[in-house]
């Protein structure tokens, strides 16, 4: 859902209507499938403005499973928290404090792949090498949820890591390619400087991996592992 609320508005909405109808054929097997399916096209029709479309979506989201109560306080989701009607069905959803440490922590990993994507851009102009700089992302958490909602949004961050990779890698090998076409018919190429932006890239990229690995989900000792009720709407503060 993250992913769709900031990428193109139409991008994936009949894929996600397919997916949905065959998770749906799986019966319960399919259920968290088919949530992932609706909160992302709750997400995305809420984004355009349709507001009750986007509560049925998240009406069969949460009646599958969904129960991503952190992703349901991003900024365009919050206009649905006056309806009563969206306020009832985020009051069916259960969690674990476990599975909500998660979320917060999957969330935030979006957040945080986001800003390092733009960092990265932005350190890559002008370089004169051409190395290419890949974009570290933190591993995925491998504990066993306790509610098969935390999988949706798992999935959520591994398409956001995918989509932030590929456009990286795709400016990365076009400066390359470029670098390389101009050092070869440009007398005046500054190999030196080439060398030291390639000695810099290195270390910058060594710097980014080691952060990523370091931001690993460390499950906290002692997290409830009792269905409750998700904190109250409006009480959580998306991560930023």
Known sequence: MELLTKGPAVAGTRGLHDAVARASVLGPDGAWLAAAGHASLGGLVCVQGQA??????????????????????????????????????????????????????????????????????????????????????????????????????????????????????????????GNTSLSLIDD??????ARHDAWHADELDSHRVQAAAARAFVERPGAGTMIIPCPPLGSIAYPG
């Not at 259960?94 to 917060?104: G, H, N, S, V, W």
């Not at 979006?110 to 390092?116: F, G, K, L």
């Not at 995918?162 to 990286?168: G, R, V």
């Open 52 to 177: 009750e479309l986007a509560i049925l979506h998240f009406e069969a989201a949460v009646s599958d499973g969904f129960n991503d109560c952190v992703a349901l306080h991003i900024a365009p989701i919050r206009p649905l928290h006056h309806d009563p009607r969206f306020q009832a069905l985020y009051q069916r959803m259960r969690i674990t404090q476990a599975d909500l440490d998660e979320f917060f922590w999957l969330h935030q990993e979006m957040q945080i792949m986001s800003r390092e994507a733009q960092n990265a851009s932005v350190d890559n102009i002008g370089r004169l090498d051409t190395g290419v700089s890949l974009l570290p992302q933190a591993p995925m958490p491998t504990r066993e949820p306790n509610t098969p909602g935390v999988l949706i949004t798992r999935i959520d961050l591994a398409a956001t890591q995918t989509a932030l990779q590929q456009a990286a890698v795709k400016a990365e090998f076009q400066r390359s390619s």
């Open 188 to 193: 005046s190429w500054d190999y030196d400087r």
